[in-house]
């Protein structure tokens, strides 16, 4: 049996996968920070000799054209895909030879992308495994709305068509090797699954047991916003991203920063929420590296503004540096490390941090406003009644939304808000950042409004 090795960034919801005979080995979908891959093959003693793209990716940018590069690797992309680099095309029904024991059948898997691909692995011609990009997930499937909506409803019907090719060709024994669905916003809904097989999805997976209409349905009814930067993503894996450069960008004194931050550039704080609210650089925002760090600082930050991080630590800065280029934004302008007092020749900001317990006390003995900055189909769920909505990827456009005066600020569990509480902040809003499950809302004594609706096809 071959050895196959998911590689995961789990801050993006993403694998990428190893595949080796214990000699030579191949690589799907890897990601930009390709030095992870390359320190797997070494570690497990094999050559790369191949490189396959499922699809031109939205939600990063693509490390195959650079690993091809580096170990001389053949680089197999669509045939039809219109790319700027010399690759290895393929098509639908193309067999490729990788060592002596291993075949990779490419299968064409329109639905995610138009020119999506997915491919059967067999060993000695016996089907083992498949790896589906996008195209079938663990109890679900990509999202069909990424290049557009002119082609969503196009895409999501070759979506349940290419899912249920995947599920008549390759056997039920196969197992099933996602790229996307491990907590991606390419995922049409979510699961807690990591593992599975072709033969499990056809007993869970609503593509693969409810009718064409009824899975349409759904899945448009379920679709919700998506982060600003994948638009920068599919163009730039188009023209072949090369290595990132992670060196330690230049440090930068209490000085700079100030000047930094009066010229407009962003200046992120990457300490977590509760840190960041007991003190921090007046006009700094909070995105810290306990949460989806790079998936919220990308959907926000208008694309090219300078962008210098704040850390406790090199350790931290050098890791957000690689969240970073993993979404294409390559080199920080400056940083700097150590505490807030250092960062600042003045006095430091801060901000209240409350529970849903103690917005309910504090609406009995004055007036306040609430802001609610999850997106649309969570506030469609349940929400506090006469809470002001702005979904957090809106907010800096919507600021003239924002009421006056005291303002508390939550989403669902806390880190989001205090991201907008810190964009509030910096624009002179006085803030409290709730930093609770908005679960317990209701219990806390707030008036929740709640949607009734009919179950969808994976919870009846």
Known sequence: MPHILPIDTATL?????????????????PQRDIDRVLDLAAAEGVVITHVFETHIHNDYVTGGFALAARTGAAYHVNADDPVAFDR???????????????????????????????YALREHGEPVAVFSGGALLYGSVGRPD????????????????????????????????????????????????????IGHEKRVNPVLLSDEQTFVDEVLAGLDAWPAYYAHMGPRNAAGPGEPDLTTPQRADAGQLRARLAAGEWVVDLRNRVAFAAGHVAGTLNFGLDGSFATYLGWLIPWGTPL??????????????????????????????????????????????????????????????????????EVAAARIDGAVHVPLHQLLDRLGEVPDGEVWVHCAGGYRASIGAS?????????VAVDDAFDRAAAAGLPVATATREPSMAER
């Open 423 to 431: 964009i509030l902040a910096a624009a002179g809003h006085r803030v």
């Open 308 to 377: 210098t991080l704040l850390a406790e630590t090199a350790e931290q800065v050098a890791e957000a540096q690689r969240e970073l280029v993993r979404i294409g934004i390559d080199r920080p302008a400056a940083h700097a490390t150590g505490a807030p007092a250092g960062w600042s020749a003045g006095p430091l900001a801060s901000f209240a941090r409350a529970t849903f317990a103690d917005l309910a006390q504090v609406r009995h003995h004055r007036p306040v406003s609430v802001l609610d900055i999850r997106r649309d189909l």
């Open 13 to 29: 919801g993403d694998r990428s996968y190893l595949v080796h005979d214990g000699r030579v080995a191949f690589v799907v979908d």
């Open 146 to 197: 990424l290049l557009g909506p002119a082609h969503t409803h196009d895409l999501v019907r070759h979506q349940y068509a290419s899912a249920r090719r995947l599920a008549g060709v390759v056997p039920d024994t196969a197992a099933l090797y996602p790229s996307h669905g491990f907590g991606s916003f390419c995922s049409a809904t979510q699961s807690d699954a990591t593992a599975s097989t």
């Open 88 to 118: 290895v095309p393929v098509r639908d029904g193309d067999v490729v030879a990788v060592g002596g024991s291993m075949t990779v059948e490419v299968l064409a898997t329109p639905g995610h992308t138009f020119t999506h691909l997915s």
